[in-house]
Each structure stands twice: as C-alpha cells, then as structure tokens.
C-alpha cells in the first residue's frame, strides 16, 4: 500500500440485493454510497472490540454480486485491517458484516420496505 495521506481504497464482493438496500438507504439519507459505508464501519469497528460484540455477515452467496470499492482515510483502514485481524476473518467480511448492522439498524425506518 502507498504511504501517502490520501484517502485508500477496499474492494470487496456483496449480493446485488444488500447493494441495492445500501443504495436505497444512502438516497434516503441524502448521502453517498462510500459515506455510508464509512459511517457503517465507525459504528460497527467502535463495538468491535472482541469476536463476541459483534455479529459477522454471511460470505456472499448469491450468484449476482457486484464488485464494489469505497474509499477511507488511513486511520479508518487501520482500524478495519486490525479488527479484521482481530477478530479472524478479512476486510471484505467486516466490511460486508458493518454494512449487515447498518441496514438491519435501519429496518423500520421511514420509508423502509
């Protein structure tokens, strides 16, 4: 990975049906996709602290998923790789596992099927 300041980027694979409830949130919060997803892992990597805080979302196992990337800043990756270590599993999963949380948190909501 470079060692500059600037934002880095994760790609990872989701099912095309939990990218489009992503999509759908973001809209309905005014927000971008890559904010969404940044703001997911803050709150999903701040209850990280041990394998049993938090839970882990599926692999995908739709045969329609999308490659998808996001961009953050290094303290944010830093985080994301160490609890990816932590708790035994890789980036794509946390990633996928913060995004899970969000959209579950936000069952319910207005709007919300």
């Given at each position: 990975m470079a060692s500059g300041r600037g934002p880095?980027?994760?790609a990872?694979?989701?099912d095309e049906d939990v990218l489009a409830r992503l999509?759908?949130?973001a809209a309905r919060l005014g927000a971008t996709?890559?904010?969404?997803i940044r703001d997911a892992l803050r709150r999903f990597l701040a209850r990280a602290a041990s394998p049993g805080d938090v839970r882990l979302a599926p692999k995908p196992?739709?045969?329609r998923r999308r490659?998808?990337?996001f961009k953050g800043d290094r303290e944010l990756m830093a985080a994301l790789r160490e609890a990816?270590?932590?708790l035994g599993v890789s980036v794509s999963d946390v990633v996928?596992?913060?995004?899970?949380?969000f959209l579950s948190s936000q069952a319910g909501q207005p709007g919300q099927r």
């Open positions: 880095r980027t994760v990872f694979e989701i999509d759908e949130a996709r890559n904010g969404v196992s739709s045969p490659l998808v990337s990816a270590a932590r996928r596992s913060a995004i899970a949380d």
